[in-house]
């Protein structure tokens, strides 16, 4: 079993940054990728980043890039979502996520879920 906390969520202004955390427990994480996904009010949940967690492998979805970037901390079995610049339609609730194997950008694909962190970006 693995189980996931979020933290780091809040109100910030546009052009603001958040970090967001992901620890990890329950399993050696070696073998798993974790991804970062997003959902807004009334909107389907939508991938941000995933990541494996040997770091040789990172995909961000088009709209971060140049934004928000991934980091882990093996020590703390943590994964960060640093996010720069953010917008208003940044504004969501954001979930780490884990699976075995290969990261992917489908949801669904993977087995494990944070309860999620709430980021709200002012105009």
């Known amino acids: 079993q693995v189980h996931l906390v979020e933290s780091g969520g809040g109100l910030v202004q546009a052009g603001g940054s958040l970090r967001l955390s992901c620890a990890a427990s329950g399993r050696a994480f070696s073998s798993y990728s974790v991804g970062w996904f997003r959902q807004a009010p009334g909107k389907e949940r939508e991938f941000v980043v995933a990541?494996?967690?040997?770091?040789?492998?990172?995909y961000y979805a088009d709209f971060v890039k140049g934004r928000f970037t991934i980091s882990r901390d093996n020590a703390k079995n943590t994964v960060y979502l640093q996010m720069n610049s953010l917008k208003p339609e940044d504004t969501a609730v954001y979930y780490c996520?884990?699976?075995?194997?290969?990261?992917?950008?489908?949801?669904?694909?993977?087995?494990?879920w944070g309860q999620g962190t709430q980021v709200t970006v002012s105009s």
């Open positions: 990541y494996n967690w040997s770091g040789n492998w990172t």
């Open positions: 996520a884990a699976r075995p194997g290969l990261p992917n950008n489908y949801a669904s694909h993977y087995d494990y």
